[in-house]
């Protein structure tokens, strides 16, 4: 441990779940639960280690020699809104947690695009109330998922932003450390940070934030990174946004951190600006997905030409719980019934009643089940009737694998593996992103045994499956989190904005 001669009081929070206003569901307290809400001692004691931006932040408790202060860490899978009743008790926890506390920082942890009941910014929201608990001359520094809507105002309230630059996330410890060394010079005295953001009038962009292959944000981060080289840039963060959020703010945005001993105001806000005309310039820069009709003959091509071993990975993108969608959607499903694959896994289709029946049918249990589309039977292909062998039950707790989340616990809820013509599918009672293979495991399903591998995820499997694959497959089947922009109905957006109005019209307005 490397100790420095003046040592800090650092507070850490996290608040942390993306919110898709398009859900029927809200996110309440259980569903922090299920991911996890630690309190005081018991978030060193789960982050420690873990590749989290809190294993980070706990890092540099260790290399700084901070004194900690650990009030509440909260993350909750993406979801509808966050009820009010949550949102009081987690400021409530919080401010128990700080109220006498003599602090030279705070360390927040966010999303970026958390809507509650009552704000359609819950960052700005919480900031507030800490602001109103330490003072506005105390550094706090906040990490943030580069899916963050970043609203302009929110830099009156926060000192140091850093975003993550990978997409599969695999640098969010990395992350907290950046934020962390920051904090320490703020701390110091060494700099005065700030941050400007700024943000181009758009929904969508930056090839939401992909950075496994060369496209638009990789090219992006170049960029940043040459603005991040002049003197006084702290930070440069590009944010692709979350359209899944009809809120003002949505659509990518640019953050500058820098230091106002060496940068004026009015610098920082045209670095901003220039990578805002950048996002703009790629704005059709997209990757593209296969439509459902076409999923047979891919499969088909995959088996027939010379290949690499391991299984085809196909990402079920519109159905995707890590954008908020439901995780029940049969459309996707039902295709490879029809076209007849053997030797599949499938997963995670939540569905709490029927893994409820399963479970009570017991192993080996033969059934017939209405399955998939409860929550709302409009999207996603509707209920289907299935019939399959209970092949495994299991509580559904998990430590993730990694590289994404590793060392830190999930759960599934009760769940089953089901047996269905050929296809294995893991059955869950809660929604949970596929994005490691531990998440199968836990019905005993070992992804790479299987031909085809089915995941309800859009970017963040490759982290954990690419390595395994023959190849990758996106299918975009008529779920919550389908790539088409028109699927939703906007009404709260800023306008003009692209691509829902004319782009005439939106650079008459720039």
């Given at each position: 441990?490397?100790?420095?001669?003046?040592?800090?009081?650092?507070?850490?929070?996290?608040?942390?779940?993306?919110?898709?206003?398009?859900?029927?569901?809200?996110?309440?307290?259980?569903?922090?639960?299920?991911?996890?809400?630690?309190?005081?001692?018991?978030?060193?004691?789960?982050?420690?280690?873990?590749?989290?931006?809190?294993?980070?932040?706990?890092?540099?408790?260790?290399?700084?020699?901070?004194?900690?202060?650990?009030?509440?860490?909260?993350?909750?899978?993406?979801?509808?809104?966050?009820?009010?009743?949550?949102?009081?008790?987690?400021?409530?926890?919080?401010?128990?947690?700080?109220?006498?506390?003599?602090?030279?920082?705070?360390?927040?942890?966010?999303?970026?695009?958390?809507?509650?009941?009552?704000?359609?910014?819950?960052?700005?929201?919480?900031?507030?109330?800490?602001?109103?608990?330490?003072?506005?001359?105390?550094?706090?520094?906040?990490?943030?998922?580069?899916?963050?809507?970043?609203?302009?105002?929110?830099?009156?309230?926060?000192?140091?932003?850093?975003?993550?630059?990978?997409?599969?996330?695999?640098?969010?410890?990395?992350?907290?450390?950046?934020?962390?060394?920051?904090?320490?010079?703020?701390?110091?005295?060494?700099?005065?940070?700030?941050?400007?953001?700024?943000?181009?009038?758009?929904?969508?962009?930056?090839?939401?934030?992909?950075?496994?292959?060369?496209?638009?944000?990789?090219?992006?981060?170049?960029?940043?990174?040459?603005?991040?080289?002049?003197?006084?840039?702290?930070?440069?963060?590009?944010?692709?946004?979350?359209?899944?959020?009809?809120?003002?703010?949505?659509?990518?945005?640019?953050?500058?951190?820098?230091?106002?001993?060496?940068?004026?105001?009015?610098?920082?806000?045209?670095?901003?600006?220039?990578?805002?005309?950048?996002?703009?310039?790629?704005?059709?820069?997209?990757?593209?997905?296969?439509?459902?009709?076409?999923?047979?003959?891919?499969?088909?091509?995959?088996?027939?030409?010379?290949?690499?071993?391991?299984?085809?990975?196909?990402?079920?993108?519109?159905?995707?719980?890590?954008?908020?969608?439901?995780?029940?959607?049969?459309?996707?499903?039902?295709?490879?019934?029809?076209?007849?694959?053997?030797?599949?896994?499938?997963?995670?289709?939540?569905?709490?009643?029927?893994?409820?029946?399963?479970?009570?049918?017991?192993?080996?249990?033969?059934?017939?089940?209405?399955?998939?589309?409860?929550?709302?039977?409009?999207?996603?292909?509707?209920?289907?009737?299935?019939?399959?062998?209970?092949?495994?039950?299991?509580?559904?707790?998990?430590?993730?694998?990694?590289?994404?989340?590793?060392?830190?616990?999930?759960?599934?809820?009760?769940?089953?593996?089901?047996h269905v013509s050929g296809i294995d599918i893991l059955i869950s009672s809660e929604r949970q992103q596929?994005?490691?293979?531990?998440?199968?495991?836990?019905?005993?399903?070992?992804?790479?045994?299987?031909?085809?591998?089915?995941?309800?995820?859009?970017?963040?499997?490759?982290?954990?499956?690419?390595?395994?694959?023959?190849?990758?497959?996106?299918?975009?089947?008529?779920?919550?989190?389908?790539?088409?922009?028109?699927?939703?109905?906007?009404?709260?957006?800023?306008?003009?904005?692209?691509?829902?109005?004319?782009?005439?019209?939106?650079?008459?307005?720039?």
């Amino acid at each position: 441990m490397k100790v420095h001669a003046m040592s800090f009081k650092v507070a850490v929070l996290e608040f942390n779940q993306e919110t898709n206003t398009f859900s029927k569901l809200k996110t309440g307290f259980k569903d922090f639960q299920m991911c996890h809400y630690f309190k005081g001692a018991a978030i060193e004691d789960n982050c420690r280690g873990t590749n989290s931006e809190i294993g980070g932040f706990i890092d540099c408790c260790d290399r700084y020699g901070w004194e900690s202060v650990y009030t509440v860490a909260a993350r909750a899978e993406p979801g509808g809104r966050v009820d009010e009743e949550t949102r009081l008790r987690f400021v409530e926890d919080v401010t128990a947690a700080l109220n006498g506390e003599k602090l030279d920082g705070v360390f927040i942890v966010f999303h970026g695009a958390m809507c509650t009941e009552t704000a359609d910014d819950a960052q700005i929201q919480l900031l507030e109330t800490v602001r109103g608990i330490v003072g506005s001359d105390l550094p706090i520094a906040a990490t943030f998922d580069l899916h963050a809507n970043s609203a302009p105002d929110m830099a009156a309230l926060l000192d140091i932003a850093v975003s993550f630059r990978t997409y599969p996330h695999v640098d969010m410890a990395e992350c907290g450390h950046k934020a962390g060394a920051l904090l320490e010079a703020a701390m110091r005295r060494e700099i005065t940070p700030a941050i400007a953001i700024r943000q181009p009038p758009m929904i969508n962009g930056c090839n939401d934030g992909r950075t496994t292959h060369a496209c638009a944000m990789t090219e992006l981060l170049e960029i940043a990174d040459a603005i991040a080289e002049e003197n006084g840039i702290l930070a440069t963060s590009i944010n692709a946004g979350f359209y899944d959020a009809d809120i003002h703010n949505t659509g990518p945005s640019a953050v500058i951190c820098y230091d106002k001993a060496r940068v004026a105001d009015a610098d920082a806000i045209a670095h901003a600006e220039r990578l805002c005309d950048e996002i703009w310039r790629r704005r059709e820069h997209q990757d593209q997905q296969l439509p459902l009709a076409a999923l047979p003959g891919a499969i088909a091509k995959h088996f027939a030409a010379k290949r690499e071993p391991g299984p085809l990975v196909i990402a079920d993108f519109s159905d995707n719980p890590g954008c908020g969608a439901y995780s029940d959607s049969t459309c996707l499903l039902t295709g490879l019934l029809q076209a007849g694959v053997e030797n599949a896994a499938f997963g995670a289709m939540c569905d709490p009643a029927v893994v409820a029946e399963l479970i009570e049918a017991g192993l080996g249990a033969e059934r017939e089940v209405t399955l998939g589309c409860k929550i709302d039977p409009a999207v996603g292909g509707g209920p289907i009737r299935v019939r399959g062998t209970v092949q495994a039950i299991s509580d559904g707790r998990i430590i993730f694998e990694g590289p994404m989340f590793q060392g830190l616990p999930a759960s599934l809820g009760p769940s089953v593996r089901f047996h269905v013509s050929g296809i294995d599918i893991l059955i869950s009672s809660e929604r949970q992103q596929l994005l490691d293979q531990n998440l199968f495991r836990a019905v005993g399903i070992e992804p790479a045994r299987y031909d085809i591998v089915v995941v309800k995820s859009q970017q963040h499997f490759r982290a954990a499956f690419g390595p395994i694959a023959s190849d990758i497959i996106e299918v975009d089947a008529d779920g919550l989190s389908t790539a088409n922009i028109g699927a939703r109905a906007f009404k709260r957006v800023r306008r003009p904005i692209y691509p829902l109005d004319r782009e005439a019209e939106i650079v008459a307005a720039r």
